[in-house]
């Protein structure tokens, strides 16, 4: 039977945002359209064993991309889902910038079946969204990492947290910034709000992972908290070399 909702409200493709027409047809699950499964680039192996960028092919016999060879990382392990490049960057744009929540369970679908092994594996006990300055949710109206997180959370059964962490400084877009200036534009940036003693493991939820910055910043606010293990999961993130 057709339900009601989908026919009013049929989900559409995040990549070509055109209708699906599957799901009008009794098929609720949300996803990528056949037609432009070619053109995003899903994040496989190899890959950086630390951050999760995907590597080059001149650097298959390495374990680590060269940015964390030259650097150390706050967090324990991160991956990403798409590779931030192709079509999917304008989608990315739509989900932060154009009030496209319904995004959310597409990227959620995604991150499940590509990392939800890795996700179980890691034992950890909440998902934690990076979180937005309370000037910059109020002018858009949402947290695009807790969208995706909450709809995560249903997927794999973890809890979500999102008040957990909350963003003092009002910083600039990172995308702004050269790599030193994302460090010191995020000094401090993170606080957490109640004792979170019993949480030895958590992963942090963002949008999209480029030199790491923000989610080391949050991952040392949570490991002076008492975190013992940070992990980092994202639904794109930069190529490594």
Not at 84 to 91: C, D, L, P, T
Not at 106 to 130: D, L
Not at 133 to 154: D, P, S, V
Not at 162 to 172: A, G, P, Q, W
């Amino acid at each position: 039977m057709v339900n009601l909702k989908q026919l009013l409200y049929p989900s559409t493709c995040p990549i070509c945002d055109e209708v699906q027409t599957q799901t009008i047809l009794g098929d609720n699950r949300p996803g990528i359209c056949p037609a432009c499964e070619k053109k995003v680039f899903r994040v496989k192996q190899p890959f950086c064993l630390r951050c999760g960028k995907p590597l080059e092919s001149y650097a298959l016999r390495r374990e680590y991309c060269g940015d964390c060879m030259k650097k150390e990382h706050v967090f324990t392990q991160a991956r990403g889902v798409f590779v931030y490049r192709g079509a999917i960057v304008k989608s990315m744009y739509r989900f932060k910038y154009s009030n496209r929540r319904d995004y959310a369970a597409v990227f959620a679908k995604e991150a499940y079946e590509s990392c939800g092994a890795w996700i179980e594996r890691t034992g950890v006990h909440c998902m934690v969204p990076i979180p937005l300055h309370k000037k910059r949710k109020a002018t858009r109206g949402y947290n695009q990492a807790a969208l995706f997180a909450r709809e995560l959370g249903r997927l794999t059964g973890i809890a979500v947290n999102d008040k957990l962490l909350i963003r003092t400084v009002n910083t600039r877009p990172q995308k702004e910034l050269d790599d030193t200036e994302r460090k010191n534009n995020l000094k401090k940036a993170f606080h957490v709000t109640k004792n979170i003693v019993k949480l030895h493991k958590v992963l942090l939820i963002d949008d999209i992972y480029t030199t790491g910055s923000t989610v080391d910043a949050a991952a040392e606010a949570l490991l002076r908290a008492g975190v013992q293990e940070i992990y980092v999961l994202c639904i794109c993130i930069g190529g490594g070399y």
